[in-house]
């Protein structure tokens, strides 16, 4: 690495530009390689073990257990005695899972009941003793930076508030310049809220008040409030049930204050019974939503974000950015994901980078965000070809909308998902997902045919990871496109390859030349 802590290019490699050299090859990403995390909760007890690119990783494993640790904590000062015992049974389990996986020594931390608990430390020590984990207990303002963190893992440009609910607390904290700012707890979680008196009305000023004093501490916050914790998510499906939104991918779904308004009278409305079946969430979590949307209603009206933000990412995912050196932290997540999948999955790794100079000027003045997409989709374009030709379209696209990528939201999601398909089918009609394609305008929808088209013909070309295949001109004012193909590429231009380039002139309305180039 050079004294700016960014890697040294390799001889011959060309620049990756803005992009940056992917890192999850050096040392300091491959320890980060398989990771396991123990969040200890007041509701529930969550393993975690990440692995695959570091800077985004996938999940490995993933296993809660709902252990209401905090369940009556208020009146008796104590763990709940079942919740206790479950989550020792639960952590025992996780760590010999996690030894088996090779993610041990675990990283565990336990937040909100068992720092409060007048027995929580005799918990920590009965914890190590039986199972060999040691549990570190942190402090609310702790608590809000992890999950503040969390959220940088999967938005490195980030800013607004951040809002994590646990059991028993809710926290918040400012982001902005990949920075973690003020940050502040509260006893606002559910598990708390049930033990106030005076019913309904008794917590409404319990709520009102606490949030008060959240305001009087970080001030006025207008910009994107990013929603971390179990409840923030069971509400935010139960949005997707009632707006009859097509994908159900969780990350990065937004909501308006409009939208929380409408939704939590749909849950006071409706059968908790039904509604827990229709949008898949455990009894367990259904008992607490109630409770979390009353908090939800008084934070939005008090803060008054300008748009709402879903993370999956919270403390679990901080822990492991906070483990990260800041060349690795700065690397953009989906880039990292896609050249790791570039690496492990496709047939000739190293093959994306050449597809992608290869297509480019077709996206010649394209702005950095719609590059980023053309570029993962270029690393990404071969690493489903294991499964069936029929279905290869489809698993391409549901890939893209649905796999653990971080850094995009559902329009680039769908985006990436269209050039994908296209990259091993001409046509977009007749899928089963033809209702996701409303996220993208027309204009959209045919730069992505376009992006995925290109693939498709560039990947006849194919030579090797660092070949020449020739280059692309295109002159969109005219609407010309030349090939210049090198005297190497100029046999692999049969009939196919022929074909599909006049399918990628067809959706750019181009007319062609071909030339072969000394």
Same mark, same amino acid.
């Given at each position: ?52 690119? #570091? ?15 905090? #369940? ?426 022929? #074909? ?19």
């Amino acid at each position: 690495m050079d004294a700016n802590n960014e890697p040294a290019a390799h001889a011959g490699e060309p620049d990756w530009g803005p992009f940056g050299r992917p890192l999850f090859n050096d040392a300091a990403a491959r320890a980060l390689s398989r990771v396991g995390v123990v969040d200890v909760g007041s509701n529930s007890v969550r393993l975690v073990v990440f692995d695959g690119a #570091a800077r985004s990783p996938a999940y490995f494993y993933n296993e809660k257990i709902m252990c209401a640790l905090g #369940a009556g904590l208020s009146d008796t000062g104590r763990l709940n005695p079942e919740g206790r015992r479950r989550a020792l049974a639960a952590i025992h389990r996780f760590q010999l899972l996690a030894r088996g996986m090779g993610a041990t020594p675990l990283t565990a931390v336990a937040t909100a009941a068992v720092r409060e608990a007048e027995d929580g430390a005799d918990f920590v020590a009965e914890v190590e003793k039986q199972t060999g984990v040691r549990v570190h207990v942190i402090d609310g303002k702790q608590e809000a930076r992890l999950s503040a963190q969390g959220v940088l893992l999967g938005w490195p440009g980030a800013y607004g508030l951040i809002c994590d609910i646990g059991g028993s607390s809710m926290e918040l904290a400012e982001i902005a310049g990949g920075e973690v700012g003020r940050a502040e707890t509260s006893a606002l979680g559910p598990l708390k809220l049930a033990d106030v008196k005076g019913g309904k009305k008794g917590r409404r000023a319990h709520i009102k008040a606490e949030i008060a004093k959240l305001q009087e501490a970080l001030g006025t916050q207008r910009n994107r409030m990013f929603l971390v914790g179990g409840s923030w998510r069971a509400i935010a499906r139960i949005d997707m049930e009632r707006q009859g939104y097509p994908m159900h991918v969780l990350h990065e779904y937004r909501m308006t204050a409009t939208a929380v308004r409408e939704t939590v009278k749909f849950i006071e409305e409706s059968d908790a019974s039904d509604l827990r079946s229709r949008c898949g969430i455990s009894g367990a979590r259904m008992s607490l939503v109630p409770l979390a949307a009353e908090v939800l209603l008084e934070v939005v009206r008090a803060f008054r974000p300008h748009d709402i933000a879903i993370s999956s990412y919270g403390i679990r995912e901080g822990l492991l950015y906070g483990q990260m050196p800041q060349a690795l932290r700065d690397r953009d997540p989906l880039i990292e994901a896609a050249r790791f999948s570039d690496n492990k999955d496709s047939r000739i790794p190293g093959f994306g980078r050449v597809l992608y100079t290869f297509i480019k000027p077709l996206f010649h003045g394209a702005k950095p965000e719609k590059m980023r997409l053309v570029k993962a989709a270029c690393l990404m374009h071969d690493v489903n070809w294991r499964a069936h030709p029929d279905y290869r379209a489809e698993v391409c696209f549901e890939t893209a909308t649905r796999a653990n990528l971080g850094g995009m939201n559902h329009p680039e999601r769908v985006f990436l998902g269209v050039a994908l398909l296209h990259r091993y089918k001409n046509k977009r009609s007749g899928t089963h997902f033809e209702n996701l394609y409303d996220f993208l305008d027309e204009k959209e929808l045919l730069q992505a045919e376009v992006l995925g088209k290109a693939m498709r013909f560039g990947a006849m070309l194919w030579l090797e990871k660092d070949a020449d295949p020739g280059e692309l001109v295109w002159q969109p004012k005219k609407r010309h496109l030349t090939l210049k193909l090198s005297r190497a590429a100029w046999p692999l231009f049969g009939e196919v390859a022929q #074909a599909r380039f006049a399918s990628l002139a067809s959706s750019l309305n181009a007319t062609t030349q071909i030339d072969v180039r000394d």
